[in-house]
């Protein structure tokens, strides 16, 4: 395919001097509509027939083979694009070995570059085509080194936050396994019950693998049921070790009993009570939560005609719905079951009652709309993520003001994770829609790890022992399941005076969610006491 247009001033499709042009004069597409042109044929997006038609994604990175064609290789015969790629079918961290193989099996010595050059030229391309307001924005906080901003005199909790931790190591990458999401602003298509169940979508279908890369088996196919004569497509899903919900693009949505031995143990709805004037009812968010009376399973439904439901997923009866001005993006139920964070198509982030729907709270943070949020297992932490690039922290005892506000790297927060109790130093992992995934401490939320590769992020999820992050990385030809690792355990225990973003003094210690004597009595707490104690201990001076 060629690509779709060529400006007179700065012609994509042809042979770029990466010599004569500095990082930062990178061109900028001509005009939207060009640039979603382009975006088409760079990312070489894929849609099933009989789609309904594509929301476009002007924000999304460009597919790296292209770029890499256009931005860094170099003027050689003998110089291999990304197009030219034998990508393994597992990339093990035995595998690494620096610019002969990454993270995703690419070996970019082959091509007369690194990996670092690559990542540098494609920051800078990505940074020129950011949304004026947000290139403002991440310029004012001094994430863009921009010296003529006056960054001295931004508010310390808007600095950008330090990558010095180092809380997850790569484990692996099982590369046959793609996910695949029909709308940018939705990446919630990945649910890890266990690393023996890892559930992932794929168009009209969920599928099933685990943690070493068996092949893929199909859970749920609504292939077979078209929706408004349109070809199913799974927006989101979400699992336990009991039930699996996926929800699709036209409210369609199907409940599996993952306990059941019988062949076909689904159960198939649709959406009914949609106002006739909805424009559209794409399921956007979906997470499961047991019911305080009964305990058994529910999954609360955000929908884009702007109502957040309730569904009993024994009886598949909807038990409350409550409407709200604009599309609901994202909700999420705090431990004890009483109380609600709901986000959308505006601004406020809203605390409701989990059961009746009714608000207690409007809170403000952001200047965008919120795709995303998280309560922690300890019931006091919260985050949101919007447009606007912010990561905003919240103290349950206190709503009047953010605990604190933290920057993305480079794109937009699509995904946030809390660490699960009992799996150790707390963390709150937010996955950006392109390339990075930041594991943030959870503690003092003045410091991160980011992980960082090439391509669209399709979901992240941790398991129940929170000692793996599996990171679903949609890139057509590089993309995988990667599997992250909890380390440095041992490290981490000894005490390290520091100051917090408050000027605080803090000592930095091996801090859960609970105290260790709380956590033997919670059920939500997968090992035990001695399985915790051993974690991180180094054998390797051991002599057998």
């Known amino acids: ?47 099933a027939p009989l789609n309904p038609s594509p929301i476009p994604d002007h924000q999304a990175f ?42 995703q099996g690419i070996d970019w010595a082959m091509r007369y570059t690194t990996r670092a050059i690559f990542r540098e030229r494609r920051v800078a391309f990505e940074s020129q085509r950011l949304h004026p307001r947000a290139r403002a924005r991440r310029q004012a906080c001094g994430i863009l080194g921009d010296s003529a901003t006056g960054i001295n005199h931004v508010p310390q909790w808007h600095m950008p936050t330090p990558n010095t931790d180092d809380y997850f190591a790569f484990r692996r990458n099982n590369t046959a396994h793609k996910a695949w999401f029909p709308h940018f602003q939705l990446r919630n298509v990945l649910a890890t019950p266990s690393r023996n169940d890892i559930y992932y979508a794929v168009h009209g279908k969920v599928m099933r693998t685990d943690a070493e890369g068996s092949p893929a088996t199909p859970v749920i196919d609504m292939t077979k049921r078209l929706v408004s004569g349109n070809y199913p497509q799974i927006t989101t899903l979400d699992a336990t070790d009991k039930v699996l919900f996926a929800g699709g693009f036209d ?22 009570d949609a106002a006739h004037d909805a424009q559209s009812w794409i399921t956007n968010h979906v997470h499961l939560s047991s019911s305080r009376h009964t305990y058994t399973p529910q999954a609360i439904v955000c929908s884009n005609d702007s109502q957040l439901r309730t569904l009993d997923c024994t009886t598949n009866t909807f038990l409350n719905t409550t409407a709200y001005p604009k599309a609901v993006n994202c909700s999420a139920t705090s431990p004890n079951g009483r109380l609600r964070i709901v986000v959308g198509d505006f601004h406020e982030t809203l ?39 912010a990561i905003v922290i919240w103290d349950a005892r206190r709503w009047d003001r953010p605990l604190a506000t933290l920057f993305s790297e480079l794109a937009i927060p699509r995904s946030l994770r809390f660490s699960p109790v009992g799996s150790g130093p707390r963390v709150l992992v937010a996955a950006e829609a392109d390339d990075y995934v930041n594991i943030i401490n ?40 990667i599997e992250l690792e909890r380390d440095s355990w041992t490290g981490r225990k000894r005490k390290r005076r520091g100051r917090s973003r408050w000027g605080d003094e803090y000592e930095d210690l091996v801090y859960d969610w609970e105290s260790e004597g709380r956590m033997e009595e919670d059920e939500r707490v997968v090992c035990g006491a001695g399985a915790r104690e051993r974690r991180g201990i180094d054998l390797a001076a051991l002599d057998v």
Request: proline fraction near 7%.
């Open 351 to 389: 605390i409701t009652n989990a059961e009746t729907g009714a608000p207690i709270e409007s809170l403000t943070a952001h200047t965008e709309d919120a795709f995303a949020c998280a309560w922690a297992d300890d019931g006091i932490h919260l985050a949101t993520a919007a447009q606007d690039s």
């Open 442 to 481: 959870a503690q003092t939320f003045a410091s991160k790890q980011v992980f960082d590769f090439f391509g669209p992020i399709a979901g992240v999820s941790m398991p129940p022992d929170g000692q793996s992050l599996f990171v679903a990385n949609a890139e057509k030809s590089f993309g995988g399941m």
């Open 251 to 272: 409210g369609d949505y199907a409940i599996t009993d993952l306990t059941s031995t019988q062949e076909n143990s689904h159960t198939w709805g649709r959406i009914r």
């Open 1 to 47: 395919m060629q690509p779709p247009y060529s400006d007179t001033a700065f012609d994509f499709a042809a042979p770029l001097d990466v010599d004569a042009v500095a990082p930062g004069q990178l061109p900028l597409p001509p005009t939207i509509a060009e640039l979603f042109a382009w975006t088409q044929y760079a990312t070489g997006a894929e849609f």
């Open 62 to 103: 460009l597919n790296i083979a292209p770029f890499f064609k256009h931005f860094v290789a170099q003027p050689k015969a003998v110089s291999l694009g990304l197009d030219v790629a034998d990508v393994p079918d597992v990339v093990t961290q035995q595998d690494l070995q620096g610019d002969r193989c990454d993270f």
